[in-house]
T-cell receptor
Framework: KQEVTQIPAALSVPEGENLVLNCSFT??????LQWFRQDPGKGLTSLLL?????REQTSGRLNASLDKSSGRSTLYIAASQPGDSATYLC?????????FGKGTRLSVIA | DAGVIQSPRHEVTEMGQEVTLRCKPI?????LFWYRQTMMRGLELLIY????????DSGMPEDRFSAKMPNASFSTLKIQPSEPRDSAVYFC????????????FGPGTRLTVT
């Protein structure tokens, strides 16, 4: 059974800092790895999806990488801004529904 | 497209009452998922449907929970009777069957059972 872990559970950084969020999964037989953002009281918004054949995906200041052999994915946020404050969840996709980590709650301090 | 629509957005009820949560998936999507999110357990899959047929309901916590999808544009999640430990945010998500992993989430229903 796939298990997804995110460390740290919470992270606080000053504005402008580059940061990395970590995601690990136990079963490397995944179709894809997806990163979501969740604002307080809101639903989940998809940020990036990496197919199993890919190593990384980029969108603006966000870059997500995938290393299936080590069972890890990272989300890199460049030049963080207070508006980036949210909870970030990763989820592994296979031929069964998404399996989510518990998320990393990010606070970017102005 | 309006995205996945859920109603109500907030529900406060007393223990023992019946609660019905509603979801309208994105038009053309033929998979629908119900999740529950709590601080302790994170986001948990309760049940999902493909082409209106329940595929896996192993995440449904107890017989008090039931879900239906009478047609491609509507699903309900019912809790009867409700208990305080059912308090959580319930999300509905949908996707096209051939788009593995690309789920779109609704805004959620925050349920409080007192």
């Amino acid at each position: 059974k796939q298990e997804v872990t995110q460390i740290p559970a919470a992270l606080s950084v000053p504005e402008g800092e580059n940061l990395v969020l970590n995601c690990s999964f136990t079963d490397s037989a995944i179709y894809n790895l997806q990163w979501f953002r969740q604002d307080p009281g809101k639903g989940l918004t998809s940020l990036l999806l990496i197919q199993s054949s890919q190593r990384e995906q980029t969108s603006g200041r966000l870059n997500a990488s995938l290393d299936k052999s080590s069972g890890r994915s990272t989300l890199y946020i460049a030049a963080s801004q207070p508006g980036d404050s949210a909870t970030y969840l990763c989820a592994s996709g296979g031929n069964t529904p998404l399996v989510f980590g518990k998320g990393t709650r990010l606070s970017v301090i102005a | 497209d309006a995205g996945v629509i859920q109603s109500p957005r907030h529900e406060v009820t007393e223990m023992g009452q019946e609660v019905t949560l509603r979801c309208k998936p994105i038009s053309g999507h033929n998979s629908l998922f119900w999740y529950r999110q709590t601080m302790m357990r994170g986001l948990e899959l309760l049940i999902y449907f493909n082409n209106n047929v329940p595929i896996d309901d192993s995440g449904m916590p107890e017989d008090r929970f039931s879900a239906k999808m009478p047609n491609a544009s509507f699903s309900t999640l019912k809790i009867q009777p409700s208990e305080p430990r059912d308090s959580a945010v319930y999300f509905c998500a949908s996707r096209a069957l051939d788009r593995v992993g690309e789920q779109y989430f609704g805004p959620g229903t925050r349920l409080t059972v007192t």
